[in-house]
């Protein structure tokens, strides 16, 4: 699986958009970017996930780069409970669900 | 639908002895996947189960070790407990398709401390 880059922590105003950043440089043609998130004391929760075309669903908007090389996750109003840290994971369709996690970006909105 | 769940929630163990921790996926999902959390790791893949079958394992030791039921129920053991065992251990399940990905849903989690 390929590697990626993210922001150890951001810090984020209630009600606006957070925008997420992912270097995954290394990414191979048929590897997909995911998002989870983990708020505190919970268990990781599935948020999006793209090939190379921007996926949008009811938690947030994935922006990937032509180059598929990074990629951004977008909170479109970012809440309290938006709280949490966000992992961004490359990997193959098909390998399983095992799901290699970094070190995600601490993600903290303030009211 | 009711979500994983996992029994204990909490747990006390000393050096040396074992333990086992149970999952309970999602009614229809066939695969169980568990994860290791520690402060200084972070999240880790300890192994898959899919079907009864192990179909992946992470880079842990032989102490680490698992198995799924007919009914998709599944159990992890550590044997020889070492502090360095003391972790949040959580456990995903998801409907398994080997040929796509598929969301997996995490429990909420064991909390395992080593004394």
């Known amino acids: 699986d390929a590697k990626t880059t993210q922001p150890p922590s951001m810090d984020c105003a209630e009600g606006r958009a957070a925008n997420l950043p992912c270097n995954h440089s290394?990414?191979?043609?048929?590897?997909?970017v995911y998002w989870y998130r983990q708020i505190h004391s919970q268990g990781p929760q599935y948020i999006i996930h793209?090939?190379?075309n921007n996926e949008t669903n009811e938690m947030a908007s994935l922006i990937i780069t032509e180059d598929r090389k990074s990629s951004t996750l977008i909170l479109p109003h970012a809440t309290l409970r938006d709280t949490a840290v966000y992992y961004c994971?490359?990997?193959?369709?098909?390998?399983?669900?095992?799901?290699?996690f970094g070190g995600g970006t601490r993600v903290l909105v303030k009211p | 639908k009711a979500g994983v769940t996992q029994t204990p929630r909490y747990l006390i163990k000393t050096r040396g002895q074992q333990v086992t921790l149970s999952c309970s996926p999602i009614?229809?999902?066939?695969?169980v996947s568990w994860y290791q959390q520690t402060p200084g790791q972070g999240l880790q893949f300890l192994f898959e189960?899919?079907?009864?079958?192990?179909?992946n394992k992470g880079n842990f030791p032989g102490r680490f070790s698992g198995r799924q039921f007919s009914n998709s129920r599944s159990e992890m053991n550590v044997s020889t407990l070492e502090l360095g065992d003391s972790a949040l251990y959580l456990c995903?399940?998801?409907?398994?398709?080997?040929?796509?990905?598929?969301?997996?849903?995490f429990g909420p989690g064991t909390r395992l401390t080593v004394l």
């Open positions: 995903a399940s998801s409907q398994g398709d080997p040929l796509s990905y598929n969301e997996q849903f």
């Open positions: 290394t990414i191979s043609g048929n590897e997909y």
């Open positions: 793209g090939l190379k």
């Open positions: 994971i490359v990997r193959v369709e098909t390998a399983g669900n095992k799901l290699t």
């Open positions: 009614s229809g999902h066939r695969s």
């Open positions: 189960y899919f079907s009864e079958t192990q179909r």
